[in-house]
């Protein structure tokens, strides 16, 4: 079985799906890896490192798309515009594992059922043990994180940490962090490292001592919450009562912040708005928030996705893919989650529809020339209607 590696196109995008440190164990197994010229390049892995572990460099596009498998950080609706270039390319019986977006961008799925292929979309993994260690969006969450607090402490005039120096003492800057899931725990981490007194809020009472434990402030607001978490795990949907009373409270906490970093997204809906205008403007100049939500619309009101907003000496960040801000350790996570999913679909070198297997099941969203999900048939029907 070939399994291949195309250049990513999505722009902007300079992860690889497979470093070469993840090509032993697919070669052990029989499998013959083909590299797109150049693919890992912009990610740290030139080709020669690929080669020396036993993968071969394809001729062309066209030689990687002829494989049996291909592996992707971007497919259909996560790459709807550049990817449509290769549409042509793929071909009836291929197998493609990838982040696609089908919750958002379901359409595109529809096109790569037409083609006959079988798409995987690794955002619809189920929230399961035996599941974590395929987990790409626990993984680029982690980056992405990280990231927004240095981004953050890059924008604000004042420094993170409390210094006592011979010109006085610095006080040390106040983060808030919007959304506990694991971006909004390694943002809080990661402001503590740097030294900031660091609170953080979530709908979610359950992870009041995850953020106690990474020496955090839990913020509390008096809401009803009971039916804020889902069985998986994720945040839900809330009515719009609730969350206009959450943008109130909120407010007053904004006013005494420094930086904001707001994280929460509900999987397959637009981004609840909770940091208004008005909370912005409430806000001392030079402070910064950084909208990890921004891709969904935004937390902030004030967001634009892929820009930077001053308003009353205020930034506001709305970055849309910061784990390609960190390519070679984002590849190096992603590659080991989509060499488990791997392991785990395809048995003595081929691919094994088992669906039993809840993570084979949730994941396939076409098959047979159809689109097989029924969360993804359901939004196409909702869509044509």
Do not use: W
């Amino acid at each position: 079985m070939i399994v291949a590696i195309p250049r990513e196109t999505f722009p902007g995008e300079r992860r690889v799906a497979l470093i070469p440190a993840s090509v032993p164990a697919l070669v052990k197994t029989g499998m013959e890896v083909l590299i797109e010229k150049g693919a890992g390049l912009e990610a740290g892995y030139p080709d020669a490192q690929y080669e020396a572990k036993g993968a071969k460099i394809a001729p062309s596009r066209d030689a990687v798309f002829a494989a049996e498998v291909l592996l992707q950080v971007r497919a259909a609706g996560s790459n709807p515009e550049t990817g449509k270039a290769d549409l042509a390319r793929y071909r009836a019986g291929q197998v493609v594992i990838a982040m696609a977006d089908p919750l958002n961008a379901p359409q595109p799925a529809q096109e790569l059922a037409a083609k006959g292929v079988s798409l995987f979309s690794l955002e619809l993994l189920p929230r399961i043990t035996r599941a974590q260690s395929m987990d790409v969006l626990s993984s680029m969450a982690t980056i992405a994180g990280y990231r927004a607090v240095l981004l953050a402490a890059g924008q604000m005039t004042k420094m993170f940490p409390m210094l006592m120096t011979a010109a006085g003492t610095i006080t040390a800057a106040k983060v808030f962090v919007i959304g506990a899931g694991v971006a909004g725990l390694q943002a809080i981490a990661t402001a503590k490292r740097l030294g900031a007194v660091v609170s953080a809020y979530d709908v979610r009472p359950a992870v009041k001592e995850q953020i106690q434990s990474l020496g955090g402030k839990f913020i509390e607001l008096e809401l009803e919450t009971g039916k804020a978490e889902d069985k998986g795990g994720y945040a839900q949907q809330m009515d719009e009562e609730f969350y206009r009373k959450q943008r109130a409270l909120l407010t007053k906490v904004a006013a005494e912040s420094d930086a904001i970093i707001t994280t929460a997204a509900i999987p397959g809906k637009k981004s609840p708005v909770l940091i208004t205008a008005e909370a912005v403007r409430g806000m001392a100049a030079g402070s910064v928030i950084v909208d990890l939500a921004a891709e969904r619309g935004g937390n902030c009101e004030l967001t634009k996705g892929g820009e930077t907003v001053v308003e009353g000496g205020v930034t506001i960040l709305g970055p849309l893919n910061l784990p390609s801000d960190l390519p070679t350790h984002a590849s190096q996570m992603y590659s080991k989650n989509l060499c488990n999913f791997l392991a785990n679909l395809a048995k003595d070198g081929k691919v094994t529809y088992n669906l039993d297997d809840e993570i084979i099941r949730d994941t396939l969203v076409t098959r047979d020339g159809q689109v097989v999900n029924p969360r993804i048939q359901q939004l196409l029907g909702a869509a044509a209607s």
